[in-house]
């Protein structure tokens, strides 16, 4: 059936789906009048193949399965601190300076999807603020308090708890992850990536307002000059690890996914960002990114089958509580033959499976699903409450820079 594409005076102009055999052909139709005084002009295939190469997914599986790789990336490269201590050899050397690559890529796609949310579903300030909250904060609370009371039960002063009143200014800083931007002592080790997770939470809805209010083509632009604003800050002015440069490297990952030039883009930037003295683990990981997001169908496929989804799911628990086995098993560790070792590793492994699954299930998920937050995150940006700062995107505006 025709649909119309606009009503002019002269003849009437309507584009039309093309035929099987066009699409086998792939030409472009000229356009020629009908009978009936209309001008039709069929949609060859190139144009929808323009069409669906821009389009993006509602929801990308993938991203899930590459949570559990930096998971257990970042489970290898705590554990293997010990195995190298215990057991010196060349493995665990090299292991332990590729390993934090799991972290690098958590804050990646925490800077992305952070920001995509924003620009996909604008809501208030407050509102925003509420749900990363309840997501991100009660797992950490309770892993903190479980760290400090088995720590006072054992009494080995790994804390850094003395029994004197110091200690409530130990504790204080780290309930409010203070800590991690002070350089002080943190309880909980994985506890430096939520702290700058948490500060950039405070400010990515007005960087996201910023750059919805540009021009679709100057977005991708200033997403960049602000990945390289933030490395410039951290090895010129030491604000910060490089490695929190990639919260804004997440950011320019989903302003590049919306253009057709996105992978010149990103791999041009990241070859930039190498050659001005970053790390490799650091420059490639938007690369990494974006190949598990839009790469091969293979590979997305591999990291979408139900067990990694259902294990990315809980990667945060697993993130926040995988510490505790590992420092319990270490306590044996010094005991153990090879053989020993490598079934206490197993033993680790199903532990702080078993401990995040319990986490997740008892704190994490019910807060997430929880009727009042979920109607929080719900809420439209016209409410009174979001009269802090004005929706960040208009869905058609952000759909139409996916052509750019």
């Known amino acids: 059936m025709a649909n119309p594409a606009f009503s002019a005076p002269g003849p009437?102009?309507?584009?039309?789906l093309p035929t099987v055999a066009e699409r086998s052909q792939g030409a472009r139709c000229a356009e020629t009048p009908a009978a009936d005084g209309v001008v039709k002009a069929p949609c060859t295939l190139p144009y929808f193949r323009r069409q669906q190469s821009s389009a993006l997914p509602e929801r990308?599986?993938?991203?899930?399965?590459?949570?559990?790789?930096?998971?257990?990336?970042v489970f290898s490269f705590h554990w293997n601190q010990l195995l190298g201590a215990k057991w010196p050899?060349?493995?665990?050397?090299?292991f332990l300076s590729q390993s934090n690559l799991g972290t690098n890529l958590?804050?990646?796609?925490?800077?992305?999807?952070?920001?995509?949310?924003?620009?996909?579903?604008?809501?208030?300030?407050k509102d925003f603020l509420a749900r990363r909250f309840w997501r991100l904060y009660p797992v950490y609370a309770f892993v903190l308090t479980l760290v400090v009371v088995l720590d006072t039960l054992a009494g080995s002063g790994r804390t850094g708890l003395?029994?004197?009143?110091?200690?409530?200014?130990?504790?204080?800083?780290?309930?409010?992850?203070?800590?991690?931007?002070?350089?002080?002592?943190?309880?909980?080790?994985?506890?430096?990536?939520?702290?700058y997770i948490a500060v950039f939470t405070l400010f990515a809805p007005?960087?996201?307002?910023?750059?919805?209010?540009?021009?679709?083509?100057?977005?991708?632009?200033?997403?960049?000059?602000?990945?390289?604003?933030?490395?410039?800050?951290?090895?010129?002015?030491?604000?910060?690890?490089?490695?929190?440069?990639l919260l804004a490297a997440g950011i320019f990952v989903w302003e590049a996914l919306q253009s057709q030039r996105r992978w010149p883009l990103v791999i041009g930037l990241s070859l930039l960002v190498l050659a001005l003295g970053a790390s490799l683990k650091l420059a490639l990981v938007p690369p990494i990114l974006m190949v598990f997001l839009i790469g091969p169908g293979p590979v997305r496929a591999a990291l979408s089958t139900h067990a990694?989804?259902?294990?990315?799911?809980?990667?945060?628990?697993?993130?926040?509580?995988?510490?505790?086995?590992?420092?319990?098993?270490?306590?044996?560790?010094?005991?153990?033959?090879?053989?020993?070792?490598?079934?206490?590793?197993?033993?680790?492994?199903?532990?702080?499976?078993?401990?995040?699954?319990?986490?997740y299930r008892t704190i994490e998920l019910p807060l997430r699903t929880a009727p009042k937050l979920r109607s929080v995150s719900r809420h439209p940006a016209s409410?009174?409450?979001a009269s802090l700062w004005a929706p960040m995107t208009n869905p058609d505006r952000l759909r139409a820079s996916a052509s750019d």
Not at 89 to 94: A, H
Not at 179 to 185: F, I, K, M, Y
Not at 338 to 346: D, R, W, Y
Request: charged content about 10%.
């Open 308 to 359: 990694l989804q259902t294990l990315g799911e809980r990667s945060y628990s697993f993130y926040l509580c995988h510490g505790i086995p590992v420092v319990l098993a270490g306590h044996f560790l010094s005991r153990c033959t090879p053989v020993e070792a490598g079934l206490l590793t197993l033993a680790v492994i199903a532990s702080a499976l078993l401990f995040s699954e319990f986490v």
């Open 206 to 245: 007005y960087i996201s307002r910023l750059l919805q209010s540009l021009p679709a083509g100057s977005r991708v632009a200033a997403a960049a000059a602000f990945w390289l604003f933030s490395l410039a800050a951290s090895y010129s002015l030491h604000w910060f690890s490089p490695r929190v440069s």
């Open 60 to 73: 990308f599986e993938a991203v899930q399965g590459l949570r559990v790789v930096a998971m257990l990336m």
């Open 89 to 94: 050899n060349p493995f665990s050397s090299w």
């Open 383 to 385: 409410r009174p409450t």
């Open 106 to 125: 958590f804050l990646c796609i925490a800077g992305c999807f952070l920001h995509a949310s924003l620009t996909r579903r604008p809501t208030s300030y």
């Open 162 to 195: 003395t029994g004197h009143w110091q200690d409530l200014w130990l504790l204080g800083s780290n309930y409010l992850l203070v800590p991690a931007l002070l350089e002080d002592r943190l309880i909980v080790d994985a506890s430096w990536t939520l702290a």
């Open 12 to 16: 009437k102009r309507c584009f039309v």
